[in-house]
């Protein structure tokens, strides 16, 4: 069986031409419908995230500016990230999505896919950034730590999440671990970025080269992940399952078939305790052919469905790197180097001085 916590107003959140536009919705949507679940398939409608949940991980100047910016008919918050006179709206039901999985995935036992948008593991404690509003899963997880639940969070989005690494840096029962590009934005997520003081090693990061390959991002989860995992015994597990390091998305650089998703989410769903503790939130993808193919050859994976999905790729660069960055957060954490306050967004050319 497998649950969809849809958000069904996502699509007023616009602005024509961006790449985080609608249509990513029907594309995911109907990579859910190629699988033919019919009645092993359960959608079930969000609801809007309760302020109070949204204040354990967002600051309230930060909610509050966004409101009133939403309210006053949109604009642009940044370069790459906008409101529109209804995402303050559209991005509390983003957020309240994975709060709605969570009832569900308990109430039924089954894994549960979260379609949201506007996307979320770019959002920080006080600001939106990098097409992000509120931090969607964080506020999933927030809301597991307040009842005692130690959460795993896996980002396998191209881009690493500085946002979510931000908000549980210093958490001991909140891990969090992202695969991600690097040199890419937002410029943080190196591997010696281990958490802080009370939380060291609850933050891995791997990060890996432009053409990497399926094959190297397996080798992180096996030799560098999963003893970490082991070691923390996740009693929940979220992904930010981001689907950008397509070889055919055009805002990255990794060459990663749908089938490498696949295979990525047998391993995580290895991780949860049980499949009703298991909620993947949809982050980037903006080839939506590619989106499309990528959720079902996840998804599908999950429920043992066969959407025909492309075949695991290999041979790319990035062994040595994932070999590096294990070195690097080993040297970290044994000899008390490594970062030790959370890293703020930075770039590229600042992480090569």
């Known amino acids: 069986?497998?649950?969809?916590?849809?958000?069904?107003?996502?699509?007023?959140?616009?602005?024509?031409?961006?790449?985080?536009?609608?249509?990513?919705?029907?594309?995911?949507?109907?990579?859910?419908?190629?699988?033919?679940?019919?009645?092993?398939?359960?959608?079930?409608?969000?609801?809007?995230?309760?302020?109070?949940?949204?204040?354990?991980?967002?600051?309230?100047?930060?909610?509050?500016?966004?409101?009133?910016?939403?309210?006053?008919?949109?604009?642009?918050?940044?370069?790459?990230?906008?409101?529109?006179?209804?995402?303050?709206?559209?991005?509390?039901?983003?957020?309240?999505?994975?709060?709605?999985?969570?009832?569900?995935?308990?109430?039924?036992?089954?894994?549960?896919?979260?379609?949201?948008?506007?996307?979320?593991?770019?959002?920080?404690?006080?600001?939106a950034m990098g097409f992000c509003l509120l931090n969607n899963v964080a506020v999933t997880a927030g809301a597991l730590r307040?009842?005692?639940?130690?959460?795993?969070?896996?980002?396998?989005?191209?881009?690493?999440?500085?946002?979510?690494?931000?908000?549980?840096?210093?958490?001991?029962?909140?891990?969090?671990?992202?695969?991600?590009?690097?040199?890419?934005?937002?410029?943080?997520?190196?591997?010696?970025?281990?958490?802080?003081?009370?939380?060291r090693g609850a933050n891995v990061n791997v990060p890996v080269p432009p053409g990497a390959t399926g094959d190297v991002l397996r080798k992180a989860f096996d030799e560098l992940v999963t003893p970490v995992v082991e070691a923390f015994a996740p009693t929940w597990v979220l992904v930010s399952a981001g689907f950008d390091a397509h070889r055919g998305d055009p805002l990255a650089d990794l060459s990663l078939s749908a089938g490498d998703f696949a295979a990525l989410a047998g391993i995580v769903a290895g991780y949860a305790p049980a499949p009703g503790r298991l909620v993947l939130f949809l982050e980037g993808g903006y080839d939506l052919d590619a989106l499309r193919a990528s959720v079902a050859a996840t998804l599908g994976r999950l429920v043992g469905a066969d959407p025909g999905d492309e075949s695991p790729t290999s041979g790319g660069p990035g062994i040595e790197q994932v070999d590096a960055a294990h070195a690097r957060r080993r040297r970290a954490l044994d000899d008390g180097g490594g970062t030790t306050a959370a890293p703020g967004v930075a770039t590229p050319a600042e992480e090569d001085r």
Do not use: C
């Not at 191209?158 to 891990?175: A, R, S």
């Open 146 to 199: 307040e009842v005692g639940e130690r959460v795993l969070v896996v980002d396998w989005d191209v881009h690493h999440g500085n946002g979510t690494q931000d908000v549980f840096w210093d958490d001991p029962d909140v891990l969090y671990v992202s695969t991600h590009q690097w040199p890419a934005y937002p410029g943080t997520g190196r591997a010696d970025e281990v958490g802080g003081p009370t939380a």
């Open 1 to 127: 069986m497998l649950i969809v916590v849809e958000p069904l107003e996502a699509g007023s959140h616009d602005d024509p031409g961006h790449p985080e536009r609608p249509a990513r919705i029907g594309a995911a949507m109907r990579g859910v419908e190629d699988l033919h679940l019919g009645t092993d398939l359960l959608v079930v409608a969000a609801e809007p995230a309760p302020v109070e949940h949204l204040v354990r991980v967002h600051t309230p100047g930060h909610l509050d500016r966004l409101e009133r910016l939403s309210a006053a008919g949109g604009g642009a918050i940044d370069q790459d990230t906008y409101a529109s006179h209804t995402s303050w709206h559209d991005a509390r039901m983003a957020a309240g999505a994975g709060l709605v999985a969570v009832e569900a995935a308990t109430a039924h036992g089954a894994p549960v896919f979260v379609p949201a948008r506007p996307p979320g593991h770019h959002a920080v404690a006080d600001r």
